[in-house]
């Protein structure tokens, strides 16, 4: 695959033949290495976010996340970028350079630690949340991790790398400034323009226009929420609303959120401490997240308020904040367990409110009003972001983004971090707000894009297959993910039979058994028949001299899809096993 080249608008353009640059000026031109960037993830869903950009062969990953499958992907919890391509040359990686702290831009991480040696750079918090995830797989002792901070610049191989204050719904965000012999790239990370973030730290706009003053070649840019028009509302806005609801409470209040979204946790720990409540903060990752975040000097609560469950139990509940994970309606998450009643410390009791402070992530809708409907039929109140603002996004609406892009004026415009009709919106919008429709790049998940004298375009397209996750963080390869489908899908049918391969017979006759194949009176009648279907089948290979238990087996199996596909029109999963006595 090889594109044809784009060229951009503006004084940073350089035309196709040089156009007024002069034979000294042109060559040196030729002299500069191509700048190719693979887009691993992000680009088509939003989640796996994961760039290498590459020059003179040497790599850097930007950002290294996951996302969670769709529910047909059954067992499977989380996937990660396929990242073969990098396996394939890990001799040229030189870093891997981190926006913030958010799963879906490091969770894959210590998947590629574990293969490869490089080192890791990102800010304070962003690094003890991956710290964590190391400490778990046993890699943190071999692991590389370089602290940087927001307007500082590494050199790094070939590339000069800044890192840019930004502003999200995580602490530590940086977008990442690459300058590389064909001009200067501009990676956004997830970005908004907070006016009063609850850290005190904005959006570094002065950064943004000194890049675009300087000439940016490329800018890759988040799309979150580019259909949202206007701006973003600021997180303390959210801050209000959720005093307000606290200030109205009469009983226990429980507040669901992700547990990396410490700006949240800051303002539910700073409502409860003005109304005088006590904070008990349960979850798994919710607990590690936060003890991270308080030490490392991100997340200020105050020792008195913070009580174990032991203490909570003992409190009136008008004097109880809890902090859960949850907002997604995981079965595993404390708010689901706690709906259940297989929480050790809580269950949810009449007059209690629940705050789902989070948006409802595409694919979750169903298990979060099945959430919500259960903690309604157990007395409690909700609220949730359909009908109150407890809830804002962490991305830039449609006005930040024209306005970041109007300060960057790239030469092209990249639009990533989001599903392909964000991407195709923030194209329109970047046409919209001055830029040539030659200017933008629609790119997906595989793509190869060479920046060059002669301009842009997409090279190659890579058939990129992520990495499937269970629940302990094993691979889970394609054929198990088909099989799960087909158990899920048509049910699951045994056989086990012995034979003597010497005297030429069966030992036993075919035992046969099955799971959401058939109901219970037609499923004793389907093997009954099916059984005398495989023992007329294999007392044939037995006389006819087969010997190979492999392929009596396989014949058997051949012989259970027919009989089924006939009788169901549904082909279950066959186990056949055939033992020599």
């Known amino acids: ?280 903060i349960t979850g798994r990752s919710m607990e590690a997240n936060t003890h991270i975040a308080r030490e490392l000097g991100y997340l200020a609560i105050p020792s008195h308020i913070l009580v174990s469950p032991g203490q909570a139990r003992s409190l009136a509940g008008e004097k109880l904040v809890v902090i859960t994970t949850g907002s997604q309606g995981e079965p595993l998450s404390a708010l689901s367990r706690m709906v259940r009643g297989a929480h050790k410390q809580l269950k949810i009791v009449p007059g209690d409110t629940v705050i789902f402070s989070s948006k409802f992530i595409p694919g979750n809708e169903r298990a979060i009003q099945n959430l919500i409907n259960e903690l309604y039929r157990q007395g409690a109140e909700v609220f949730y972001e359909t009908v109150s603002e407890i809830h804002c996004s962490g991305h830039a609406s449609q006005e930040e983004l024209k306005f970041v892009m109007g300060l960057v004026k790239p030469r092209f415009f990249i639009p990533i971090h989001g599903e392909y009709r964000h991407l195709v919106k923030h194209k329109q919008l970047a046409v919209q707000n001055g830029l040539k429709d030659e200017q933008c790049l629609v790119v997906e998940d595989g793509m190869m894009i060479e920046f060059s004298g002669q301009g842009a375009r997409v090279t190659e397209k890579l058939e990129l297959e992520p990495e499937y996750l269970d629940g302990l963080r094993w691979e889970v390869p394609g054929e198990v993910l088909k099989e799960r489908q087909k158990l899920a899908g048509a049910g699951v049918v045994s056989a086990s039979v012995s034979v003597s391969k010497t005297a030429k017979r069966r030992l036993s006759p075919v035992r046969l058994d099955c799971a959401g194949v058939a109901g219970e009176h037609e499923q004793e009648r389907l093997l009954e028949e099916a059984g005398r279907c495989c023992e007329e089948k294999l007392d044939w290979l037995l006389k006819q001299g087969k010997d190979s238990l492999p392929e009596m087996e396989e014949e058997l199996r051949a012989e259970l899809r027919r009989y089924f596909k006939r009788r169901l029109a549904r082909k279950p999963l066959f186990l056949v096993a055939i033992h020599e006595s």
């Not at 530590?172 to 501009?186: H, K």
């Not at 890049?211 to 206007?230: K, M, P, R, Y």
């Not at 700006?263 to 006590?278: E, F, M, S, T």
């Open 1 to 280: 695959m090889g594109g044809a080249w784009l060229f951009g608008g503006g004084d940073s353009s350089v035309p196709a033949g040089g156009g007024d640059l002069t034979v000294k000026e042109r060559e040196g031109e030729k002299l500069k290495a191509p700048l190719r960037v693979l887009v691993l993830g992000g680009a088509g869903e939003i989640g796996l976010n994961c760039l290498v950009f590459e020059q003179r062969g040497e790599l850097l990953l930007i950002d290294c996340g996951m996302d969670f499958p769709e529910d047909q992907l059954l067992g499977v919890e989380v996937m990660i970028p396929d990242l073969s391509w990098v396996m394939a040359r890990k001799e040229q990686l030189k870093a891997v350079l981190l926006t913030h702290g958010h799963e879906d831009h490091i969770g894959g991480l210590p998947f590629l630690l574990r293969e490869v040696d490089v080192p890791v750079y990102a800010t304070r918090l962003t690094l003890g949340l991956v710290q964590e995830k190391l400490r778990e797989r046993k890699l943190l002792k071999k692991s590389r991790l370089m602290e940087v901070s927001a307007g500082e610049r590494r050199k790094i191989g070939g590339f000069e790398v800044e890192f840019i204050q930004s502003s999200h719904s995580i602490a530590d965000v940086v977008a990442i400034a690459l300058r590389c012999e064909q001009g200067i790239v501009l990676h956004s990370g997830d970005f908004k323009l907070d006016p009063t973030p609850v850290d005190g730290r904005r959006m570094d706009l002065n950064a943004l226009a000194r890049l675009g003053e300087e000439g940016v070649l490329a800018f890759f840019s988040d799309s979150t929420n580019v259909e949202q028009a206007g701006y973003t509302p600021s997180e303390r806005e959210v801050g209000k609303a959720l005093y307000e609801i606290f200030e109205k409470s009469g009983g226990r209040i429980i507040v669901a959120l992700f547990a990396s979204h410490i700006h949240r946790i800051q303002q539910v720990i700073d409502a409860a401490h003005a109304l005088g409540r006590k904070v008990m």
